[in-house]
């Protein structure tokens, strides 16, 4: 009984740096009104493995929604704040 193992490389493709998942305000709105709309057991759970979310994004958002932040759905400006009362540099034609 001689028998041959073949052993196959896959091809596996990893990022060097994962990147956070971000959802537009628009995705959340739309999530929240399917998840509020389900009535049957385990509607909510299909619709969130569906789409491959954990329940506490629910959570999250259904706060931000009842206190009226909608700009807590919106992506947060990154950065630094500008200064008042200094104007803004000009970056044009430096190395």
Do not use: I, N
């Not at 009984?1 to 959802?23: G, H, I, N």
């Not at 385990?42 to 206190?67: C, D, F, I, N, Q």
């Not at 909608?70 to 200064?83: E, F, I, S």
């Amino acid at each position: 009984m001689d028998t041959q193992v073949a052993v196959v490389a896959e091809d596996v493709q990893v990022a060097a740096k994962p990147r956070r998942r971000t959802y537009t305000a628009e995705y959340k709105r739309r999530l929240l009104k399917e998840a509020d709309a389900c009535t049957t057991a385990g509607a909510v759970g299909a619709l969130l493995r569906r789409e491959g979310l954990y329940s506490s994004h629910l959570v999250v958002w259904r706060r931000a929604r009842a206190r009226g932040e909608l700009a807590a759905l919106m992506p947060k400006k990154r950065g630094r704040k500008p200064v008042k009362g200094r104007p803004r540099r000009a970056t044009q034609g430096r190395p």
